[in-house]
């Protein structure tokens, strides 16, 4: 935007509730996302303060008196721009995760307010943002409120990803769906896990994949994907959608099955890394998996433990911080 002939930047504040115990949770997810600046309000710092022995002071400060019994609060800024949607969507899924995995509700209701747009002008706002894209060299992706030209060649992807990860937009998908392009062959099969929009099972089916299986963690999600694969003239017969945890519920692996010619997950480093032992599992072998969501500094990591799961690694691609990378199943 442009104040006095001065551009600025129009950041959005986030406040992610939690507690004193879930602040290393949640900053790790944050970090995971790539996010790696965020200020901390925590009662306990208040205690802290006044238990101080060696502390002397004559008055508090204002700042510090309103943490005494404030709800612990981590705050993030998001730069209001293109990949703002995405990243927001992707923060709220994690949290959703992480809720999940906190079964004696010790990391508090881990839900997120914003704090300088309204959520309802957030809904619509965005909009704006998302246009038609061409990604690789096949797929055009478009939300269904923008028009594309005649005789556009590309395969179209018309995606509404509402409260979901996956417009396209941000690099973790794009480098996913590159790699997609390269590795689906006519009449495969293929799984896509943490699904968010459906956007990279649908993309596969349109480059060529007879039949897709989503998954997510989010029922909200699991149903967004399931629309936007009958708005793109996919019939149910050829695109099933699941919610759950593939790491924690044995029940929902066993839906999922195996026999996968293509694996697919764009998530965060750690969900990675917790999933890394249960890939081999769902894949053919020579199967191909392909995997997105990694900040540069834990692509050693999470390609090594990959790896040692029987896959070979095939191609890397990076985009700014992010990577993603593809491999091929070698060990049954």
């Not at 104040?3 to 115990?21: L, Q, R």
């Not at 600046?37 to 238990?51: M, S």
Request: overall charge negative; proline content about 2%.
């Amino acid at each position: 935007m442009l104040k006095n002939g001065v551009n600025t930047v129009d950041w959005i504040e986030v406040d992610i509730y939690t507690t004193t115990d879930g602040i290393e949770a949640v900053t790790g997810r944050l970090l995971g996302l790539g996010i790696d600046g965020f200020v901390i309000k925590d009662a306990k710092d208040f205690e802290d303060f006044l238990n101080d022995k060696d502390g002397n002071w004559d008055y508090i400060d204002d700042d510090l008196m309103g943490l005494k019994n404030c709800e612990t609060t981590v705050t993030v800024y998001l730069e209001n721009n293109a990949d703002s949607p995405e990243l927001l969507n992707a923060l709220r899924s994690e949290l959703k995760a992480l809720k999940l995995t906190d079964e004696s509700n010790a990391f508090g209701r881990l839900e997120t307010e914003l704090k300088n747009i309204r959520e309802q002008d957030w809904a619509n706002n965005w909009k704006q943002y998302f246009k038609p894209l061409c990604v690789g060299e096949k797929l055009l992706i478009k939300p269904s409120w923008e028009s594309i030209d005649e005789g556009e060649t590309r395969k179209v992807l018309e995606i509404d990803p509402a409260a979901s990860f996956g417009t396209g937009q941000h690099n973790t998908t794009q480098l996913c769906l590159e790699l997609l392009e390269d590795n689906i062959q006519d009449g495969c099969k293929l799984l896509d896990l943490g699904c968010g929009s459906g956007i990279l099972s649908i993309a596969g089916i349109l480059l060529g994949a007879k039949s897709a299986c989503a998954v997510d963690i989010d029922e909200n999600s699991v149903r967004i994907a399931a629309e936007n694969a009958l708005k793109n003239n996919i019939s149910k017969d050829r695109y099933t959608a699941l919610a759950g945890n593939i790491v924690t519920d044995s029940e929902l692996v066993q839906r999922i099955a195996t026999g996968y010619d293509v694996v697919c997950a764009n998530i965060v480093a750690d969900v990675l890394l917790a999933m890394s032992g249960l890939f081999a599992g769902f894949i053919k072998q020579d199967g191909k998996l392909v995997i997105s969501g990694i900040i540069e500094p834990r692509k050693d990591e999470v390609l090594r433990a990959v790896q040692a799961n029987g896959f070979e690694l095939n191609e890397v691609k990076q985009k700014d911080d992010w990577v993603a990378a593809s491999f091929v199943y070698k060990k049954r």
